[in-house]
């Protein structure tokens, strides 16, 4: 019922919202003479930060159509590789010539906690002139019928699975905090199940592989509340008319709530920046101020199934590193990784997978070779900067190139022969 009135609440202010655009445009318009004004633009200003925190911020677009490879600029194309009712595999083909060494291809798993994979496009866009990237396009849970049935953490390990099948040998895996533990979790039943199309190398990036190391205050408090409690105060059906109307799932905003009061002071200090700058007429900043928040307050519903069984399995029991931690009644066992060469990549000041947590994974998997195991703490960078910015252009992207290209398990096609003519010749 919450959900439905807050649906409610949002409709009832479209009409205020559709008044303060007109508003902004109206004192924007060159034509008219109190746009250069002080007064015009803080009216502007004024009625443009209304509508943009009355919105309801729709699924960005990668908007990739580029990269540059060799020095080369070559088009990027977005294509649907798989598809299942509760995820899309996007596909960025990049248009270049036939190669006999063909770059890795890289599956990169973008989070399933309230944001969308666009979130990840920076990350994307860095790997593109090194790999053949595709990445997990989860879908809005409220936006998938109730007919399609339930998606949980067994399903969500299954779809990573299918994924590594549908790809093919030697495809490399990243993980982007959250899906960290069903990846890690899918690599091992596949290892030891003897499966050949486990990945060739797995790099896991500020993911709470073990939350009881360094734990954060997202951490605390998931095991002083239970999952009853959030079960009881935090699960909702999805309201009307949407076409998950009657989904039981975890709503976004709630999400985007807490995400958002961890640090609320620098939220409204940015918004209030923001206004600044529209009456200062300052339009780099307030393009910076869009771009951001257009990204961090588009938000996506989650499934309640899938969101009370990662709390419990990952923040609450600590399933995987206690060896509790099954999948549809299978022993879930990194030791069974031999095979897969295991990256991790964690933030000096990460506040939601504190220092730790990630390479946690390396005491998990003891039977992965020390020559074929890694980790890497970037300095200065909290949890976004672990997967975005300069810093993880700059210091993270070449290392994962480097350990991708180190691993990689095809063979590759041997290259024509040179013709070496001796000095007698």
């Not at 202010?13 to 109190?34: E, H, K």
């Not at 598809?83 to 890795?104: G, K, M, Q, T």
């Not at 993911?207 to 734990?215: A, E, K, Y």
């Not at 990784?337 to 990549?345: E, G, K």
């Amino acid at each position: 019922m919450f959900y439905q009135l807050y649906e409610i609440n949002h409709a009832a202010l479209q009409p205020a919202r559709a008044v303060a655009d007109a508003v902004r445009m109206l004192y924007t318009n060159p034509l008219n003479p109190f746009a250069h004004t002080p007064f015009g633009r803080t009216v502007a200003a004024s009625a443009e930060l209304f509508e943009r925190t009355t919105r309801r911020y729709a699924k960005p677009e990668f908007g990739l159509d580029s990269t540059v490879v060799g020095g080369k600029t070559v088009a990027v194309t977005e294509k649907i590789a798989w598809s299942r009712p509760f995820c899309r595999l996007i596909h960025f083909e990049r248009a270049l010539p036939a190669s006999p060494v063909a770059d890795p291809k890289l599956l990169m798993v973008a989070p399933m906690s309230g944001h969308y994979a666009t979130l990840l496009r920076g990350t994307v866009e860095a790997m593109l002139p090194h790999a053949d990237v595709y990445v997990t396009d989860w879908t809005d849970a409220r936006m998938v019928p109730v007919a399609e049935g339930r998606f949980d953490l067994d399903d969500y390990i299954d779809y990573v699975i299918e994924m590594f099948h549908h790809l093919g040998p030697d495809t490399h895996v990243m993980a982007v905090c959250q899906p960290s533990v069903p990846v890690l979790a899918a690599a091992a039943l596949m290892e030891a199940a003897g499966n050949r199309f486990a990945p060739a190398t797995m790099t896991l990036m500020g993911g709470p592989i073990d939350t009881r190391s360094n734990p954060t205050a997202v951490n605390l408090l998931a095991e002083d509340k239970g999952t009853a409690w959030f079960r009881d105060n935090v699960i909702m059906p999805a309201p009307w008319p949407m076409p998950g109307f009657g989904r039981e799932v975890y709503p976004g905003f709630l999400q985007l709530s807490g995400f958002m009061s961890m640090n609320l002071d620098r939220h409204i200090m940015a918004h209030k920046d923001f206004f600044m700058h529209l009456v200062k007429n300052d339009g780099d900043g307030a393009d910076k101020h869009r771009d951001f928040y257009d990204e961090y307050l588009a938000v996506m519903d989650l499934t309640a199934e899938f969101y009370l069984q990662t709390v419990d399995t990952v923040f609450v029991r600590h399933s995987l590193p206690k060896g509790e931690m099954t999948h549809r009644g299978t022993p879930v066992d990194p030791a069974s990784i031999r095979n897969v060469a295991l990256f991790t990549v964690e933030g000096e000041n990460d506040d939601i997978s504190g220092l730790g947590q990630t390479r946690a994974a390396h005491d998990l998997c003891v039977n992965i070779p020390a020559d074929r195991k890694a980790h890497y703490m970037q300095p200065r960078v909290g949890h976004y900067g672990v997967f975005n910015g300069s810093r993880f252009r700059a210091e993270i992207v070449p290392r994962i190139v480097d350990f991708m290209a180190s691993h990689r398990r095809a063979e590759r096609r041997p290259a024509r022969p040179r013709l070496v003519r001796s000095a007698g010749d």
